[in-house]
């Protein structure tokens, strides 16, 4: 516990004394998704391997770098690039940017993922926000010693994802004129896709889509007290009774095209917050 304390401090001291302290919001972009950093002003650039600590990025469609910038009076992290279970790091790797950012003062959490969409309801490209999850990963970044500066140990998850951060981007995306959706995400270890009988099972447990991410850290965020809200983006229709075989490629794709409207969302809501 106490490497752990000494890592916090070290990489919130490097990261503070290169202007990366004090942000309103930290923004996690997730696979296929990087529009939104185009929309930040007077931005600086620190690829993960050049900060003391932290992870590097091995999926070859994340570029694995901390930027910290402007949108409006409103200062900005975002985080291009994240870490995934299935990549072979440790829950403690993977959400160690979320107790960073606290470190570091951020108010806000926004994450975004792909996800496979299983309600017969979404289409590619929907955005849909979580108003829930299910925790299918088979490790929990709070097992192991707890020390008290992090927070609780028996973490409350009677609402993980903040009402009114929610509620922000509800209003966002409708100033816009962009339908967003609310659903349920269950999180699985991946990195294979699901079977049918999978995606029967997992709709059957009451989850909307599926994806390898974004619970760890909304657990973490949860620990230390970081309000954070959550947008999917559906890039596969999961019909088990319809099942068309996907490649990561064409889930890129669909993720990219809906990119753009996600990222002006977060830049409404982020001006507005």
């Known amino acids: 516990m106490e490497n752990i304390l000494e890592k916090i401090a070290e990489t919130s001291s490097f990261l503070k004394s290169r202007g990366f302290d004090n942000a309103d919001v930290a923004v996690?972009?997730?696979?296929?998704?990087?529009?939104f950093v185009n929309l930040l002003e007077g931005v600086q650039v620190i690829p993960y391997g050049g900060i003391p600590h932290f992870p590097v990025a091995?999926?070859?469609?994340?570029?694995?770098?901390?930027?910290?910038?402007?949108?409006?009076?409103?200062k900005v992290i975002a985080m291009q690039g994240r870490f995934h279970f299935y990549e072979g790091y440790s829950m403690q790797e993977?959400?160690?940017p979320v107790r960073i950012f606290k470190s570091l003062g951020v108010k806000n959490l926004l994450l975004s993922n792909a996800a496979g969409g299983m309600n017969?309801?979404?289409?590619?490209?929907d955005l849909v926000i979580l108003d829930d999850h299910i925790n299918h990963l088979p490790e929990n970044p709070l097992r192991g010693m707890n020390d008290p500066a992090f927070g609780n140990r028996f973490v409350d998850m009677s609402r993980p994802y903040s009402k009114a951060l929610n509620g922000a981007i509800a209003a966002a995306s409708a100033a816009l004129g962009t339908t967003m959706k609310t659903?349920?995400?269950?999180a699985v270890p991946g990195p294979n896709l699901e079977t049918r009988a999978e995606y029967r099972q997992l709709r059957g447990i009451g989850a909307d889509m599926v994806g390898m991410s974004t619970v760890p850290e909304v657990?973490?965020?949860?620990?230390v007290g970081l309000p954070c809200a959550a947008v999917s983006v559906i890039t596969d229709e999961c019909d088990p009774d319809n099942l068309q075989p996907v490649n990561i490629?064409?889930?890129?794709?669909?993720?990219?095209?809906?990119?753009?409207a996600l990222s002006r969302i977060f830049e409404k809501m982020i001006r507005e917050l």
Do not use: C, M, W
């Open 28 to 35: 996690v972009l997730g696979t296929g998704l990087g529009a």
């Open 58 to 74: 091995t999926v070859e469609f994340h570029k694995g770098q901390l930027i910290v910038g402007r949108i409006g009076d409103k």
């Open 94 to 96: 993977i959400t160690f």
């Open 120 to 125: 017969p309801g979404y289409k590619k490209g």
């Open 183 to 186: 659903g349920v995400y269950v």
């Open 219 to 223: 657990i973490v965020a949860n620990h």
């Open 249 to 260: 490629s064409e889930i890129i794709e669909v993720a990219g095209k809906a990119d753009e």
